[in-house]
Protein backbone atom coordinates (compact mmCIF):
# COMPACT_ATOMS: atom_id res chain seq x y z
CA UNK A 1 0.00 0.00 0.00
CA UNK A 2 0.99 3.40 -0.61
CA UNK A 3 2.16 6.04 2.33
CA UNK A 4 1.63 9.35 2.71
CA UNK A 5 4.66 11.24 3.94
CA UNK A 6 4.37 14.84 4.57
CA UNK A 7 6.47 17.03 3.18
CA UNK A 8 7.44 20.59 4.41
CA UNK A 9 8.87 22.89 1.50
CA UNK A 10 10.72 26.46 3.33
CA UNK A 11 11.08 29.13 1.06
CA UNK A 12 13.41 31.90 2.28
CA UNK A 13 12.28 34.99 0.17
CA UNK A 14 15.40 37.79 0.02
CA UNK A 15 15.33 41.24 -2.60
CA UNK A 16 16.92 39.97 -5.33
CA UNK A 17 20.64 41.74 -6.30
CA UNK A 18 20.02 44.03 -9.25
CA UNK A 19 22.36 42.94 -12.21
CA UNK A 20 26.07 43.89 -11.30
CA UNK A 21 25.36 45.27 -8.17
CA UNK A 22 28.00 45.19 -5.52
CA UNK A 23 27.60 44.39 -2.09
CA UNK A 24 28.32 48.33 -1.05
CA UNK A 25 25.48 49.10 -3.68
CA UNK A 26 22.74 46.33 -2.14
CA UNK A 27 23.73 47.90 1.81
CA UNK A 28 22.78 51.43 -0.06
CA UNK A 29 19.39 50.33 -1.04
CA UNK A 30 18.84 48.84 2.10
CA UNK A 31 19.80 51.84 4.02
CA UNK A 32 18.07 54.10 1.75
CA UNK A 33 14.47 52.22 2.02
CA UNK A 34 15.11 52.26 5.42
CA UNK A 35 14.64 55.70 5.61
CA UNK A 36 12.05 55.63 3.72
CA UNK A 37 10.19 53.31 5.43
CA UNK A 38 11.29 55.19 8.43
CA UNK A 39 9.41 58.27 6.88
CA UNK A 40 6.47 56.96 6.35
CA UNK A 41 6.03 55.31 9.95
CA UNK A 42 6.97 58.51 10.95
CA UNK A 43 4.35 60.39 9.28
CA UNK A 44 1.53 58.30 10.15
CA UNK A 45 1.82 58.32 13.84
CA UNK A 46 1.82 62.48 12.66
CA UNK A 47 5.20 62.91 13.89
CA UNK A 48 6.36 65.71 11.09
CA UNK A 49 9.60 66.24 12.69
CA UNK A 50 10.87 62.55 12.38
CA UNK A 51 9.53 62.62 8.91
CA UNK A 52 11.56 65.44 8.31
CA UNK A 53 15.03 63.42 9.18
CA UNK A 54 14.91 61.65 5.97
CA UNK A 55 16.46 65.12 4.71
CA UNK A 56 19.45 66.45 5.38
CA UNK A 57 19.12 69.57 7.29
CA UNK A 58 20.72 72.03 5.60
CA UNK A 59 20.12 75.05 3.61
CA UNK A 60 20.99 73.45 0.28
CA UNK A 61 18.10 70.55 0.34
CA UNK A 62 16.17 71.20 -2.49
CA UNK A 63 11.88 71.11 -2.61
CA UNK A 64 10.21 71.09 -5.90
CA UNK A 65 6.43 70.42 -5.97
CA UNK A 66 3.22 71.97 -7.75
CA UNK A 67 5.40 74.58 -9.30
CA UNK A 68 6.98 75.66 -6.10
CA UNK A 69 10.57 75.69 -5.37
CA UNK A 70 11.75 75.65 -1.75
CA UNK A 71 15.31 75.77 -1.00
CA UNK A 72 16.51 74.50 2.66
CA UNK A 73 15.36 72.47 5.40
CA UNK A 74 13.55 74.96 7.66
CA UNK A 75 11.34 75.98 4.43
CA UNK A 76 10.10 72.58 3.67
CA UNK A 77 9.33 71.61 7.29
CA UNK A 78 7.51 74.88 7.41
CA UNK A 79 5.36 73.99 3.54
CA UNK A 80 4.78 70.40 5.52
CA UNK A 81 3.67 71.73 8.66
CA UNK A 82 1.35 74.45 6.82
CA UNK A 83 -0.11 72.01 4.28
CA UNK A 84 -0.77 68.72 6.83
CA UNK A 85 -0.79 70.58 10.31
CA UNK A 86 -2.42 74.23 10.03
CA UNK A 87 -5.76 74.22 10.74
CA UNK A 88 -8.54 72.15 9.23
CA UNK A 89 -5.84 70.01 7.99
CA UNK A 90 -4.70 66.62 8.55
CA UNK A 91 -1.88 64.33 7.87
CA UNK A 92 -3.57 61.25 7.09
CA UNK A 93 -1.68 58.09 5.96
CA UNK A 94 0.46 57.84 3.25
CA UNK A 95 1.87 54.55 1.23
CA UNK A 96 5.34 54.92 -0.94
CA UNK A 97 4.74 52.30 -3.97
CA UNK A 98 6.78 51.30 -7.21
CA UNK A 99 10.12 51.99 -5.59
CA UNK A 100 13.09 52.32 -7.82
CA UNK A 101 16.02 52.46 -5.91
CA UNK A 102 19.02 53.35 -7.89
CA UNK A 103 23.02 53.76 -6.48
CA UNK A 104 24.58 56.15 -9.08
CA UNK A 105 27.92 56.24 -6.52
CA UNK A 106 29.42 55.74 -2.98
CA UNK A 107 27.65 58.76 -2.12
CA UNK A 108 24.72 59.17 -4.54
CA UNK A 109 21.16 57.44 -5.31
CA UNK A 110 18.49 58.50 -7.09
CA UNK A 111 14.64 56.99 -5.95
CA UNK A 112 11.94 57.29 -8.18
CA UNK A 113 8.22 55.96 -6.83
CA UNK A 114 4.68 57.02 -5.99
CA UNK A 115 2.62 58.10 -2.83
CA UNK A 116 -0.97 57.70 -1.58
CA UNK A 117 -1.98 59.73 1.30
CA UNK A 118 -5.55 58.79 2.32
CA UNK A 119 -7.17 61.42 4.62
CA UNK A 120 -10.48 61.61 6.11
CA UNK A 121 -11.39 64.00 3.19
CA UNK A 122 -9.51 62.51 0.14
CA UNK A 123 -6.96 60.64 -1.39
CA UNK A 124 -3.89 62.33 -3.52
CA UNK A 125 -1.60 60.35 -4.73
CA UNK A 126 1.57 60.89 -7.39
CA UNK A 127 5.21 60.61 -7.98
CA UNK A 128 8.16 61.73 -7.05
CA UNK A 129 11.85 61.45 -7.58
CA UNK A 130 14.38 61.78 -4.86
CA UNK A 131 18.22 62.87 -4.51
CA UNK A 132 19.64 60.83 -1.81
CA UNK A 133 23.64 61.77 -0.63
CA UNK A 134 25.32 59.57 2.13
CA UNK A 135 26.34 62.44 4.76
CA UNK A 136 27.97 61.54 8.46
CA UNK A 137 24.61 60.94 9.89
CA UNK A 138 23.29 58.07 7.29
CA UNK A 139 22.00 58.15 3.34
CA UNK A 140 19.84 61.97 3.66
CA UNK A 141 17.37 63.00 0.86
CA UNK A 142 19.28 66.32 -0.56
CA UNK A 143 16.14 66.85 -3.58
CA UNK A 144 12.65 66.15 -3.48
CA UNK A 145 10.52 66.66 -6.91
CA UNK A 146 6.93 65.67 -5.84
CA UNK A 147 4.09 65.70 -8.36
CA UNK A 148 0.32 65.20 -7.55
CA UNK A 149 -1.75 63.04 -9.86
Not at 21 to 28: G, L, P, Q, R, V
Not at 81 to 101: A, N, P, R, S, W
Request: glycine fraction near 8%; hydrophobic fraction near 40%.
Amino acid sequence: MFAYTPLCLCLVLTVPDAPGETKADKAAREAISKVLDDQVAAWNKGDLLAFMAGYEKSKDLTFYSGGTVLKGWDATLERYQKKYQGEGKEMGKVTFKDLDIQVLSADSAIVRGRWELKTSKDMPGGLFTLVFRKTTDGWRIIHDHTSNN
